[in-house]
């Protein structure tokens, strides 16, 4: 402690006495009394805060040991915290006394017993206090409750928040000035009053001060506290202090996002929009911006996919997320914003900046040779060099997994354009089969090819029956004993819908599909964002469309 700043011993009898005396300020005698003393009494309370906010909170228990007993009385005298920043200081001295890391059960009871008190102090912003004296008072202020407490809260934050912020100066950032255990005591002050929308302005100084301690200040029960409110909409915070939140607590971060995985899991979703509508307010996409989000959230939606087993849910989430990040990444104002290969520095750069590329980006025309240039890439990759692991394989294969839309063009140009197959096929077929023991890889490709060449001959057919394209699908063998029968799938949808004689069998044949094999979920996935891609690139026939609007409606009953 500073020489020549202790605080007489004589004082605090005096006015511990005079708290007793006051009580509750009940009586007319004491509300006279107190009226009185309330100068001299907030000037002693500042002069206690100065004293005691260069102290350590153990040795300011010792030092003043009926410092607890003053201050939890005062606490309860509503003409005493309803004087001028009386109740800012009673906070503030509280705040000092608090112990960031309690050592034994009787600083942790201190704690409780400061927690208390600080959500006393602000528990009638609320603005539903029954007390009888409060209410006179109040009224004899030429206020009603709700303004009186309203203007108390308001005023008290914004002395919180320039008493956290005023240490910056012309840019010149000396934040170190409030000491670590007093922002750590502010933080769980909030807690009971996180979601008092007065309290915002608070919330974000809180999120974004550091201090420049080597260690986080603030209390985790405070972040995470912030974080289940902020999921649950229960309060509105900028994303600046949201993306700091996710970034000086990770378990926010995961839990933000294992919350939105369960939502679009959950949730019944008939749109790609609606999907993305939801990803976009989670506003994970933004924060992924900052690299160190990216990389937990890429780890979260690979576990999520390894868990799951790749359901259609988890990889359009991903595929959605991936979208909106690139998004948000184009759309970002900062000058020296990270390049995207960044974000996939273990890669092979040249095929990370081949599925970058929005399909949009380029002529229709170019799409096979550039889904061509892709599948070279890969499969030499794959192919053509040791990959040392089943977990590198893996990577390869997420990699391609997060751009699913590349793929979902290249099963549309098979049917759609003038293309040489083979490569397409094979891109297909590493996706869904992506590891090549006992050659399962092989043996997909070479049942692709033979239902792709089957289906080509049916093109051009303008009448067709199922028990046509069942001949297709028996060429190879009972489609549910075939090497992939989800690869089979995508290309028999895709044919109903992009060939003539398809549009005319439809919904028979996907309602046959979807009951004999139970892939009703990945077929109407796979409709839905087909209708996303369309209505983004407004070139496909209106029978198409309306084939598409008419499957969705049916499958998302039975789904």
Not at 145 to 173: I, P, W
Not at 192 to 221: F, Q, V
Request: aromatic content about 10%; some cysteine.
């Amino acid at each position: 402690m500073a020489q020549g700043t202790t605080v007489p011993k004589l004082n605090f009898e005096y006015w511990l006495d005079k708290a007793i005396e006051w009580g509750q300020a009940t009586t007319l005698e004491s509300q006279k009394d107190v009226c009185l003393h309330l100068p001299q009494l907030q000037e002693f309370l500042h002069q206690i805060y100065e004293t005691l906010k260069h102290m350590d909170s153990i040795v300011a228990i010792q030092q003043f040991p009926l410092i607890g007993q003053l201050l939890g009385r005062l606490c309860w005298n509503p003409f005493v915290i309803g004087y001028d920043e009386s109740q800012k200081t009673l906070m503030w001295c509280l705040c000092c006394l608090y112990s960031s890391e309690p050592q034994n059960p009787v600083e942790l009871k201190a704690n409780s017993w400061i927690r208390s008190l600080l959500c006393h102090l602000l528990s009638s912003s609320k603005w539903e206090s029954n007390e009888a004296e409060t209410s006179t008072f109040i009224s004899t202020l030429g206020y009603t409750s709700a303004d009186y407490y309203c203007h108390l809260v308001k005023n008290m934050v914004f002395s919180l928040v320039t008493e956290l912020r005023g240490n910056q100066f012309n840019g010149l950032n000396i934040q170190g000035r409030v000491s670590a255990s007093r922002v750590n005591a502010v933080s769980l002050f909030c807690l009971p009053l996180i979601t008092l929308p007065d309290l915002t302005p608070l919330l974000e100084t809180l999120l974004l001060y550091h201090g420049g301690a080597s260690k986080e200040i603030l209390s985790s029960e405070f972040l995470e506290a912030v974080n289940e409110a902020f999921l649950k909409k229960k309060i509105s915070l900028p994303e600046s202090a949201i993306f700091s939140l996710w970034l000086r607590h990770l378990p926010s971060l995961e839990k933000a996002t294992l919350y939105l995985l369960d939502q679009l899991v959950s949730i019944q979703l008939n749109s790609l929009e609606e999907v993305a509508c939801v990803i976009k307010e989670s506003l994970l996409p933004q924060a992924a911006s900052h690299p160190a989000i990216f990389r937990i959230v890429n780890e979260i939606f690979k576990n999520a996919l390894l868990e799951t087993d790749g359901t259609p849910e988890v990889m359009t989430a991903v595929q959605v997320f991936t979208q909106l990040f690139l998004q948000a990444h184009q759309n970002e104002n900062r000058q020296h914003k990270f390049p995207l290969k960044a974000y996939f520095p273990r890669h092979h750069q040249p095929l990370v900046t081949a599925l970058l590329r929005c399909p949009f980006e380029l002529p229709t025309t170019q799409w096979s040779q550039h889904l061509k240039h892709i599948s070279d890439m890969l499969k030499a990759l794959v192919e053509d060099t040791n990959i040392s692991s089943l977990a590198d394989l893996f990577e390869i294969w997420f990699l391609i997994a997060r751009f699913g839309e590349w793929l979902d063009i290249a099963a549309e140009q098979l049917l759609k354009a003038a293309v040489e197959p083979d490569a397409l096929l094979w891109l297909l077929a590493f996706y869904y089969c992506p590891q090549n023991e006992n050659q399962q890889r092989t043996q997909t490709m070479v049942e692709a090819q033979t239902v792709y060449s089957h289906l080509m001959k049916l093109f051009s057919c303008t009448v067709l029956s199922v028990k046509d394209l069942e001949a297709a699908v028996h060429s190879i063998m009972d489609i549910e004993q075939c090497c992939n029968q989800h690869l089979i799938t995508h290309l028999l949808t895709n044919f109903l819908l992009f060939s003539s004689g398809g549009h005319m069998i439809a919904q028979e044949f996907i309602y046959h599909i979807t009951e004999t094999t139970d892939t009703s979920k990945e077929v109407c996935s796979l409709l839905i964002r087909t209708a996303y891609r369309i209505n983004r690139n407004g070139e496909e026939n209106q029978r198409t469309v309306k084939l598409l609007n008419e499957l969705l409606q049916k499958l998302t009953l039975k789904v």
